[in-house]
T-cell receptor, first 118, second 114 residues
Framework: AQKVTQAQTEISVVEKEDVTLDCVYE???????LFWYKQPPSGELVFLIR??????QNEISGRYSWNFQKSTSSFNFTITASQVVDSAVYFC???????????????FGTGTLLAVQP | DTEVTQTPKHLVMGMTNKKSLKCEQH?????MYWYKQKAKKPPELMFV???????INESVPSRFSPECPNSSLLNLHLHALQPEDSALYLC?????????????FGSGTQLSVL
């Protein structure tokens, strides 16, 4: 069965600290896609990154970086030098390719609330 | 234009009212979705439209009725709702229905049922 676990319910850091948000997933599919979304207080879910199961290369985008490790079924997200504007709920999500005819159904983790204090 | 626009942003309705939520995208996406999100919970899928046809209904009660008039518009018609239906309703779109397609979300309609 597919599942996404974000064990950290809330994290509080002081501005300029680095912070890592953990994501562990479960799936029986060999082809799947992993996503991170940011949800600020305004409510909109902002797409941050997509990674497919065949690409384990880590990615960096500005202050954001992602570490994908299939061996531990993890897809962790690090914010370097955090800022107050990073305060939001962050969701990790999984979409399985199934037998090739699957429809996009994002399975979300429970989210991590990140509070960055000035 | 990478926006998914939802209206209204807030809606308060009684249990006997009929109302509609609207969603619009102009990215040429052919898959559109409705999600429901309760406070402090992740979004839960309700409906998926692919090429203007309903492809997934996640056992949603019939008091929620989706409609996709064209490839850019998605509506959610509400009738005889219950207080427990109060939630944030999010619309999303993706290039197509494939799991590889990234979803783009609107900012949602915060619904309160009295």
């Amino acid at each position: 069965a597919q599942k996404v676990t974000q064990a950290q319910t809330e994290i509080s850091v002081v501005e300029k600290e680095d912070v890592t948000l953990d994501c562990v997933y479960e799936t029986r599919d060999t082809t799947y896609y992993l996503f991170w979304y940011k949800q600020p207080p305004s409510g909109e879910l902002v797409f941050l990154i997509r990674r497919n199961s065949f690409d384990e290369q880590n990615e960096i985008s500005g202050r954001y970086s992602w570490n994908f490790q299939k061996s531990t079924s993890s897809f962790n997200f690090t914010i370097t030098a955090s800022q107050v504007v990073d305060s939001a709920v962050y969701f990790c999500a999984l979409s399985e390719a199934g037998d090739g005819g699957a429809t996009n159904k994002l399975i979300f983790g429970t989210g991590t609330l990140l509070a960055v204090q000035p | 234009d990478t926006e998914v626009t939802q209206t209204p942003k807030h809606l308060v309705m009684g249990m006997t009212n009929k109302k509609s939520l609207k969603c619009e995208q102009h990215m040429g996406h052919r898959a559109m979705y409705w999600y429901k999100q309760k406070a402090k919970k992740p979004p839960e899928l309700m409906f998926v439209y692919s090429y203007e046809k309903l492809s997934i209904n996640e056992s949603v009660p019939s008091r929620f009725s989706p409609e996709c008039p064209n490839s850019s518009l998605l509506n959610l018609h509400l009738h005889a709702l219950q207080p427990e239906d109060s939630a944030l309703y999010l619309c999303a779109s993706s290039q197509d229905h494939r799991p590889s397609a990234g979803m783009f979300f609107g900012s949602g309609t915060q619904l309160s049922v009295l």
